[in-house]
């Protein structure tokens, strides 16, 4: 018997009120992918990751982890399968009043039982698998934008989460520093075996790192399935394929 995909949306519509930002969502995230959630500013990126992630309801649909159905589980259910993701949003979300250390240490003092010297251990593993070894006693405002998403990257990781979703990492680095950023998801990706996903709507991340991927349309209000990025530039559909290339194709 085949295992159930590591995440699965269908037929997935997302609202406020009355205005539907996007409707008629099916997709399939494969163990070990990359998928990357691309569009435009306003076109439902973050929305969507809401949803997924269990911050918002849908209007319809279903979210699916492992086979099991997230928005129809208990309350006990729910918070098991949140158990299976990490978060890694936008600007890092990392409290200000709080040490690097302290930050990535929140999550395994509140769901773990273990030890303080223990939690320390696995607080300096996580931050020197982010390149951050040795900045367990730095504060967020000490650090340049680059290694604060590490350090958000970091405490998304905390748990050893099966899933990692992350919310534009590229968001307002530097090219090089980006691309330090997608080459850590992808090392990451490789050594613990985490499926990813990657909300963004950076040209060069997701050409770069993405394996599989939708496109949120923005006129349509639905989503376009386009497979491998770089694929999808040289033969998708058009709309895919303006976006990809910045508006450059004639």
Not at 24 to 35: I, S, Y
Not at 105 to 118: F, I, K, Q
Not at 165 to 182: C, N, Q
């Amino acid at each position: 018997m085949t295992a159930a995909p590591p995440i699965e949306v269908r037929d997935l519509t997302l609202a406020y009120g009355d205005f539907v930002v996007q409707r008629d969502l099916n997709f399939v995230v494969h163990q070990g992918d990359v998928f990357v959630v691309m569009g435009g500013n306003g076109c439902g990126k973050t929305t969507l990751m809401r949803h997924m992630i269990g911050l918002q309801r849908p209007v319809q649909g279903a979210v699916f982890y492992a086979g099991e159905n997230f928005w129809s589980a208990e309350d006990e259910d729910q918070q098991r399968l949140k158990r299976r993701l990490g978060v890694m949003y936008q600007g890092g979300a990392l409290w200000s009043s709080l040490t690097l250390g302290e930050n990535v240490a929140l999550p395994l003092g509140e769901y773990t039982s273990l030890a303080p010297e223990r939690i320390a251990e696995v607080v300096a593993f996580k931050l020197a698998l982010v390149g951050l070894a040795g900045f367990e006693d730095f504060y967020p405002s000490e650090l340049s934008g680059g290694m604060r998403k590490r350090a958000g990257l970091a405490r998304a990781m905390a748990l050893d989460p099966e899933i990692l979703i992350v919310d534009e990492p590229s968001s307002g680095l530097d090219p090089l520093t980006a691309r330090r950023l997608d080459d850590l998801i992808l090392a990451l990706r490789d050594a613990l075996g985490t499926t990813i996903v990657v909300v963004t709507h950076d040209i060069a991340s997701i050409l770069a790192i993405g394996t599989n991927s939708i496109y949120l349309d923005p006129e349509t209000h639905t989503m376009i399935a386009t497979g491998n990025p770089a694929q999808a530039l040289r033969s998708g559909d058009p709309r895919v394929r303006f976006f990809l290339s910045r508006g450059t194709l004639t």
